[in-house]
């Protein structure tokens, strides 16, 4: 199976600040990948496709960008409502694998 | 819009089997793949199961493969996961998903999660 290991595990961040999530695959995967936010106690909501696509509705302070086995998630200007978890996810080959998750805490 | 409601979730002993049913609506399934995903409570995300269009091709976790099946009835807007010889760590929260239209496919719409608890 591809592995997807997402770093950091937590960030700590302030309104109004820019992050970054990385995520590397442990093989190419070529853009195959998607980044998700889960807010406590909800499904996860898909940000990112093709690792660089914003899916519609999606605010335009979220990007991400990458190719191969390197991939990050952007955030330009954090909102009040971005604090939760992200994950990132490869579909290229089944088995589809996620990684480990982001928190983002105030 | 999307909706995907899925059901069949509770408390079973492990060894014992269960099915999980999921009720899709506000789009055509059989244009779509469709998965199940599932998340250990306070844990990350793992894929479990996934299921072509017509269901003439399907995939499983390794996790889970000769244990649980996918299935579907496009007549009746259903996806299904049979789940048999549950272990205590098959106990999570188990998400509906829906493909994206295309041959690789991200995960576009989740349904809202139906609470599976392995327990003697």
């Known amino acids: 199976d591809i592995q997807m290991t997402q770093s950091p595990s937590t960030l700590s961040a302030s309104v109004g600040d820019r992050v970054t999530i990385t995520c590397r695959a442990s093989?190419?995967?070529?853009?195959?990948v998607a980044w998700y936010q889960q807010k406590p106690g909800k499904a996860p909501n898909l940000l990112i496709y093709?690792?660089?696509s914003l899916e519609s509705g999606v605010p335009s302070r979220f990007s991400g960008s990458g190719f191969g086995t390197e991939f990050t998630l952007t955030i330009s200007s954090l909102q009040p409502d971005d604090f939760a978890t992200y994950y990132c996810?490869?579909?290229?080959?089944?088995?589809?694998?996620f990684g480990q998750g982001t928190r983002l805490e105030i | 819009q999307v909706q995907l409601v899925e059901s069949g979730g509770g408390v079973v002993q492990p060894g014992r089997s269960l099915r999980l049913s999921c009720a899709a609506s506000g789009f055509t399934l059989r244009s779509y793949g469709m998965h199940w995903a599932r998340q250990v409570p306070g844990k990350g995300l793992e894929w479990v199961a996934a299921i072509s269009g017509d269901g003439s091709d399907k995939y499983h976790a390794d996790s889970v493969k000769g244990r649980f099946i996918i299935s579907r009835d496009n007549s009746k807007n259903t996806l299904y996961l049979e789940m048999s010889t549950l272990r205590t760590e098959d106990t999570a929260v188990y998400y509906c998903v829906r493909g994206s239209p295309e041959a690789r496919q991200y995960f576009d719409y989740w349904g809202q999660g139906t609470l599976v608890t392995v327990s003697s």
């Open positions: 093989q190419s995967i070529s853009d195959w």
């Open positions: 996810q490869q579909y290229d080959i089944y088995s589809l694998t």
């Open positions: 093709k690792a660089s």
